[in-house]
């Protein structure tokens, strides 16, 4: 075989077999292909598209191309969630105690935040002390113990798809839906889960900016884990605006603890009750949605979701104690309103800002090797649709320097429209796609 008949094969619109894939994936992996080969073969796809075939090829081919998780001896059917990723998305920080509360063993791979969007690596870290470097045996023994443990992603996990979505980044293909599909799918074939709960985000925060480029993207992933053997589900979630009210690695922490104790924003614990019951449901706790959601409150009610987080965070070196005192995690040294110019109706918040107002206050990551500040970021006091008065605060900035809080809060000013007209509402789940 020789790449520049596969190259030729694909420009010209046909399909590539899962053989020519595979030949691909391997010399690539192995350094044998050169970059400008694959740039010109993520061209030609980017163009001439991939078939379903393909694309199962393509995702099958890179979850293989690096160590794959054995969690078989973790008990019980493992449920995954993956977030497309967005602002002030918190999620997995109050979703997997609840989950694992509710008995489904929760082995996860989580990331660090770069741009505007945060990880969850990151936000576990405001608890002092806190890792996510386990070894593969830790991580399987703290679920086996406790019933929950998040790592990093390992060096060798998918390493094909690393590879390739750096090159992708700098030859303008990373927005072809097969290819984005694939990306995310290897990763979570290789991370090893029974079932894989899909969180495909749109709106002004997320990737996917348009509804329907969601759904076809969610629909794609959904056909890879089908054909992959792994129950697939996706819920397409609004993120027009932030997630709850909190932007920053620590004051997200305290919203998940929050949510934990009962008092959670009304958007997030809605996501988090529809999650969850698809996690649920896959893993075999529930055999409804109605009878998954009162189980996923029942451990918010009782203390015990609360309980799992503070035993996790305790079996991977963190202080727990912040759990139960949230005045022990990060905290700014300046606290600061920002204030609306005039009253009416909060029409618009143009979440990716909001991220960058964060980014801006050292809380997010402009390359992968800066440093972040945990203690900083903004907490929305009013989000769209809600009524403000000209004067009352529209959101409070935690940051460690006045410059950049002045920055952010005029860059906040500028994302946050109010108009004299009520928007009309938005539903927070947009579809779930089985
Ligand atoms: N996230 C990924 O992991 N891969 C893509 O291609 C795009 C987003």
Do not use: W
């Not at 890179?62 to 602002?87: F, N, P, R």
């Not at 002030?88 to 935040?113: E, F």
């Amino acid at each position: 075989m020789r790449m520049y008949d596969i190259i030729m094969k694909k420009r010209n619109g046909a399909e590539l077999s899962k053989e020519e894939i595979q030949f691909f994936i391997d010399g690539y992996t192995k350094g044998e292909i050169p970059d400008y080969q694959a740039s010109a073969l993520m061209m030609a796809i980017y163009f001439q598209k991939m078939t379903e075939r393909e694309t199962l090829a393509l995702t099958m081919s890179m979850a293989d191309s690096g160590e794959k998780l054995d969690l078989s001896a973790i008990q019980g059917i493992k449920v995954d969630k993956h977030s497309t990723g967005g602002v002030g998305d918190k999620t997995s920080l109050a979703l997997t105690p609840m989950v694992a509360a509710c008995g489904i063993p929760v082995a996860k791979m989580s990331g660090r935040g770069l741009g505007h969007t945060g990880g969850t690596i990151d936000k576990l870290e405001s608890f002092p002390g806190f890792t996510t470097a386990l070894t593969t045996e830790q991580f399987i023994a703290n679920v086996n113990r406790i019933g929950i443990a998040i790592m990093g992603q390992t060096a060798d996990l998918a390493p094909a798809d690393k590879k390739l979505y750096a090159l992708r980044d700098v030859t303008a293909t990373v927005d072809n839906l097969s290819l984005i599909a694939s990306s995310i799918m290897s990763k979570k074939l290789a991370a090893g889960a029974d079932g894989i709960v899909l969180d495909v985000k749109t709106g002004s925060g997320a990737f996917m900016k348009q509804e329907q480029d969601a759904r076809a993207l969610a629909e794609e992933m959904v056909k890879i884990g089908k054909n992959a053997g792994r129950k697939t589900i996706a819920v397409i979630s609004d993120m027009d605006q932030p997630l709850g009210y909190a932007v920053g690695n620590g004051l997200e922490v305290k919203e998940a603890i929050d949510t934990l104790k009962g008092n959670g924003p009304k958007d997030f614990v809605e996501l988090c009750l529809a999650l969850g019951s698809q996690m649920l449901l896959a893993g075999g706790k529930a055999v409804n949605s109605k009878e998954a959601e009162e189980k996923l409150k029942g451990v918010i009610e009782d203390g015990s979701a609360l309980k799992k987080l503070a035993e996790f965070v305790e079996a991977q070196g963190g202080d727990s104690k912040a759990v139960y005192h949230t005045e022990l995690l990060p905290s700014a040294r300046i606290v600061h309103s920002v204030k609306a110019a005039k009253s009416g109706f909060v029409s618009h918040i143009v979440c990716d800002e909001v991220g960058i107002c964060s980014l801006i206050l050292g809380g997010g990551r402009e390359t992968k090797d800066s440093m972040i500040d945990l203690a900083v970021g903004i907490v929305l006091c009013k989000k769209t649709g809600d009524y403000v008065r000209a004067g009352e605060a529209l959101a409070v900035i935690h940051a460690n320097d006045m410059e950049h809080a002045m920055e952010a809060q005029e860059r906040y000013l500028r994302a946050c429209i109010i108009t004299d007209q009520a928007p009309a509402p938005v539903p927070l789940i947009k579809a779930v796609i089985q």
